[in-house]
């Protein structure tokens, strides 16, 4: 029986894990997670960098990046003082990430309950892996031919001497 399932925040998952591996602990990928937190912080920087140019002034969101990143317990005080008045600031993108964040509170949790051994980091992988195969197999004549790479490339196999018999 299936314990655990790991996806991302994709609707349809959502509802094709509650159909067919209810059961089962459903855990958010830490990965996508992050993955939102960054776009959301890097529209904020330039959205932020973009209008106080426009007006004369010093962007204030420059070297705040790695501060939203950075564990509490590493920051410096005068990080600690430049993270506070960034949290405080409110800035749309990042309630809506906070939104989001609540709104799949269980389903984060769940990552304690799962003891954090499970990431879609291997299939993020694989997926990569064959859209790059098919990126080049680009060209060839026939599925077969495409599907020998994605064995060569996805199994691991060894690639032939020669793709071709000379007489």
Known sequence: ??????????????????????????????????AHL????????????????????????????????????????????????????KIEPMKKVARMLKKHRSLLLNWFRAKGQ???????????KAKLTTRKAYGFRTYHGAEIAWYHTLGALPVPESAHRFC
């Open 1 to 34: 029986m299936l314990e655990f399932i790991c996806s991302d925040m994709w609707k349809p998952y959502f509802k094709v894990i509650a159909k067919k591996a209810g059961q089962a602990i459903h855990v958010l990928d830490r990965f996508h997670i992050m």
């Open 118 to 128: 499970f990431s879609s980091g291997v299939v993020e992988g694989f997926n990569t």
């Open 38 to 89: 960054n776009k959301a912080i890097d529209k904020v920087r330039a959205e932020e960098a973009t209008a106080l140019k426009t007006k004369g002034y010093e962007p204030i969101l420059t070297q705040t990046r790695w501060l939203l990143l950075k564990r509490p317990e590493n920051l410096s005080e005068p990080q600690n003082l430049k993270l506070a008045d960034l949290l405080r600031s």
